[in-house]
């Protein structure tokens, strides 16, 4: 025989079994795995007895097996779930109170009923008694007196006893109602208040997961440009890329040596602080990526992670401005007799190879010999100049005008052609 025919003749057999079982079974195996634990299982159960209780109307496991998927669906991946299940018990407890307060009135109306009889009887028994004084014509008119009174007391005694029992049935039916009542009020307030709890409970976590992922991706693109950091984010690890038209710049300040063994280091601090937040806001402005620093050393590319038109004349751009920065601190420190820095500057384009390195405190970088010529401008520079090579003069000559200083000896690199520029077109 097949193993799919075998398979299917075993599934029969267990929903025949489960089929075969009441609904008040099922929902005591459910119970019972419930409290071993077993929550996934208990759930499953849970909802084979509600199945069979809708099948055979029974109302009571309904509720319960509702109320007890609600409690163990509370949370946040099957909140919807859970709150299903808490109005589905409501439904039907609503259905249950309906069908005893019928009962109730049925029970009221039957009351009436022998009320109705029993007055039917008084008058019957009135009319006996009416039939009956044309008989007695013979009796003394005391005798007659006498048993009219006895009746009437018997009369008197029936319909007061009858009264009493109405109002203690009214009574009854009242305190059960208002019991009724009550039981449903706490229900339904302790359904809102769970409800209530839940939903602000879920707005929290909401709230605490949204800020923990604004925190962690403002950190992140802080410490690395957007585009390297949604591809960490989503692969776990990025790709050095090579860039193969990038300007790298390099600034270092004269006397910086001199000014730190003259000042605190708390001074110290404070002063590049002062720089390097002024110049952060500059190469954001020409979309230049920051690279690192280094003690008084800032470096910074532009044409990475993505391609920039201009680069090179971009990167003469914000030199400028770092120059003017530089030079109105100086101004501001000489009227108030305080020692001031130079800067040089130097600017070399060419290709470079950019990634992050590291797999804690992530770190993007930049390697080549683009970088080392681009330190060598910057080191054969002047203060308050901006020295570039033959290539970014090359690339930015429509748009400055330089002055040619020619062949330049450079560390480690021989002779090279270094030019100033002097102004903007």
């Known amino acids: 025989m097949p193993y799919s025919r075998i398979a299917l003749i075993l599934f029969l057999l267990y929903n025949l079994s489960a089929f075969s079982q009441s609904s008040q079974q099922?929902?005591?195996?459910?119970?019972?795995?419930?409290?071993?634990?077993?929550?996934?299982?208990?759930?499953?159960?849970?909802?084979?007895a509600l199945a069979k209780a809708e099948s055979e109307k029974n109302l009571s496991v309904q509720m319960n097996s509702h109320i007890a998927l609600a409690e163990l669906k509370d949370n946040v991946v099957n909140y919807k779930e859970a709150l299903d299940h808490y109005k589905s018990f409501s439904a039907l407890y609503k259905k249950q109170m309906s069908q005893k307060a019928e009962m109730l009135e049925d029970?009221?109306?039957?009351?009436q009923t022998q009320v109705d009889a029993s007055n039917t009887e008084i008058a019957q028994k009135n009319s006996d008694l009416k039939k009956q004084e044309t008989a007695i014509d013979s009796l003394t008119t005391e005798?007659?007196?006498?048993?009219?009174?006895?009746?009437?007391?018997?009369?008197?005694?029936?319909?007061?006893?009858?009264?009493?029992?109405?109002?203690?049935?009214?009574?009854?039916?009242?305190?059960?109602?208002?019991?009724?009542v009550l039981v449903g009020v706490v229900f339904v307030v302790r359904g809102y208040m769970s409800k209530r709890k839940s939903v602000r409970l879920l707005r929290q976590k909401n709230y605490?997961?949204?800020?923990?992922?604004?925190?962690?991706?403002?950190l992140l693109l802080n410490i690395l440009p957007e585009s390297i950091a949604d591809e960490l984010k989503e692969f776990g690890r990025t790709t050095p890329n090579r860039h193969e038209n990038a300007t790298v710049m390099f600034t270092d300040f004269k006397g910086f040596t001199k000014y730190s063994e003259k000042n605190s280091p708390m001074e110290l601090v404070h002063l590049?602080?002062?720089?390097?937040?002024?110049?952060?806001?500059?190469?954001?402005?020409?979309h230049i990526e920051k690279i690192k620093t280094i003690g008084d050393a800032y470096m910074c590319v532009c044409g990475i992670p993505n391609p920039t038109e201009n680069h090179a004349s971009n990167m003469i751009r914000a030199a400028f401005e770092f120059h003017e920065f530089v030079n109105q601190t100086a101004a501001e420190k000489q009227k108030q007799n305080l020692p001031f820095l130079d800067m040089r500057i130097g600017i070399h384009s060419g290709p470079l190879v950019a990634g992050v390195v590291g797999s804690r405190k992530f770190a993007y970088d930049?390697?080549?010999?683009?970088?080392?010529i681009a330190a060598r401008m910057e080191q054969s520079g002047e203060p308050g100049?901006?020295?570039?090579?033959?290539?970014?003069?090359?690339l930015a000559r429509n748009d400055f005008d330089f002055v040619h200083r020619g062949e330049i000896e450079a560390k480690n690199?021989?002779?090279?052609?270094?030019?100033?520029?002097?102004?903007?077109v």
């Open 26 to 48: 099922l929902y005591e195996q459910a119970i019972e795995l419930r409290e071993s634990g077993k929550d996934p299982k208990a759930i499953k159960k849970f909802e084979e």
């Open 107 to 111: 029970s009221v109306s039957g009351l």
């Open 143 to 180: 005798q007659l007196q006498s048993q009219l009174s006895i009746k009437d007391l018997e009369l008197t005694n029936k319909l007061n006893a009858l009264e009493l029992k109405s109002a203690e049935h009214r009574r009854n039916l009242l305190l059960f109602v208002l019991a009724l």
């Open 208 to 218: 605490e997961v949204v800020m923990a992922k604004q925190k962690s991706d403002e």
């Open 272 to 286: 590049v602080d002062h720089y390097f937040r002024a110049f952060d806001k500059i190469v954001a402005k020409y």
């Open 366 to 372: 930049v390697w080549g010999d683009t970088v080392n």
């Open 385 to 394: 100049s901006i020295n570039v090579s033959e290539s970014v003069y090359a």
């Open 413 to 424: 690199k021989g002779r090279l052609n270094m030019y100033f520029v002097s102004a903007a």
